[in-house]
T-cell receptor
Framework: SQQGEEDPQALSIQEGENATMNCSYK?????LQWYRQNSGRGLVHLIL?????REKHSGRLRVTLDTSKKSSSLLITASRAADTASYFC?????????????FGKGTLLTVNP | DADVTQTPRNRITKTGKRIMLECSQT?????MYWYRQDPGLGLRLIYY???????NKGEISDGYSVSRQAQAKFSLSLESAIPNQTALYFC??????????????FGAGTRLSVL
């Protein structure tokens, strides 16, 4: 069963705008990750945030984590056409078995030139 | 060259045929994984292996089997393919130490169609 659920399912914006995607999950986590998938290709890891962190930055990416609400958001600033892709959150459960990623269904982001 | 290589990239087969998807990696990682992705869904874990002698079932292992021939090679077999196994299949690897063991590196995928 899916642990993470992304929202919205699809998002269309203009180049230069910011894009925000949200992820909700159900059980306690060790960490949460975001991955990007270009059409028909493999997933690429973007950023990892640990359960004791609230915010993390990487270039134009900003991730927040609210463990009390069991939610995370991914913000892409100043979007580019090349950012067009599906974005997935993935959670690693708390406890000893912190090996298995559980993926959400993804948000399809389209950035129009 | 890609760190995680999947072959073939595309495959069309018929119901009842046996098919093997192969994955090799040059990252030196101990852990390897097989996922399938269906349209509009996230990835679902089929099998995973922490080392050559450690293989485990994932969320949806029925109808699939795997073989870990070496640290660098992990193959997925469909013993008797059926149409609902039509999907995009991904192999992934991860390190086994520290926080890095949580980050997975994916191959480009194998698109499988079962007619």
């Amino acid at each position: 069963s899916q642990q993470g659920e992304e929202d919205p399912q699809a998002l269309s914006i203009q180049e230069g705008e910011n894009a925000t995607m949200n992820c909700s999950y159900k059980t306690s986590i060790n960490n949460l990750q975001w991955y990007r998938q270009n059409s028909g290709r493999g997933l690429v890891h973007l950023i990892l945030i640990r359960s004791n962190e609230r915010e993390k930055h990487s270039g134009r990416l900003r991730v927040t984590l609210d463990t009390s609400k069991k939610s995370s958001s991914l913000l892409i600033t100043a979007s580019r056409a090349a950012d067009t892709a599906s974005y997935f959150c993935a959670t690693v459960p708390g406890g000893g078995s912190n090996y298995k990623l559980t993926f959400g269904k993804g948000t399809l982001l389209t950035v129009n030139p | 060259d890609a760190d995680v290589t999947q072959t073939p990239r595309n495959r069309i087969t018929k119901t009842g045929k046996r098919i093997m998807l192969e994955c090799s990696q040059t990252k030196g990682h101990d852990r390897m994984y097989w996922y399938r992705q269906d349209p509009g869904l996230g990835l679902r874990l089929i099998y995973y292996s922490f080392d050559v002698k450690d293989i485990n079932k994932g969320e949806i292992s029925d109808g699939y089997s795997v073989s870990r021939q070496a640290q660098a090679k992990f193959s997925l077999s469909l013993e008797s393919a059926i149409p609902n196994q039509t999907a995009l299949y991904f192999c992934a690897t991860s390190d086994s130490q520290g926080l890095a063991k949580n980050i997975q590196y994916f191959g480009a995928g194998t698109r499988l169609s079962v007619l």
